[in-house]
């Protein structure tokens, strides 16, 4: 569980930066849309964590 909390942190900044150097700007939308897509990365690293031991 600790390791996907990690994961989904990380993406969403990864995600975050790459928005801010497009955009040269944080929105709502961008940050809406960071953590979006770092709670499915955080969810799919956990259960790939159950799924393969």
């Known amino acids: 569980m600790g390791e996907a909390l990690i994961m989904a942190i990380a993406i969403f900044c990864g995600w975050l930066l790459l928005d801010v150097v497009k955009t040269k700007k944080i929105t709502k939308e961008v940050l ?3 953590a979006f897509v770092g709670i499915v ?3 799919i690293w956990f259960v790939l964590g159950v ?3």
Request: glycine content about 12%.
């Open 51 to 53: 799924l393969l031991p």
């Open 41 to 43: 990365a955080g969810i």
């Open 32 to 34: 809406i849309q960071s």
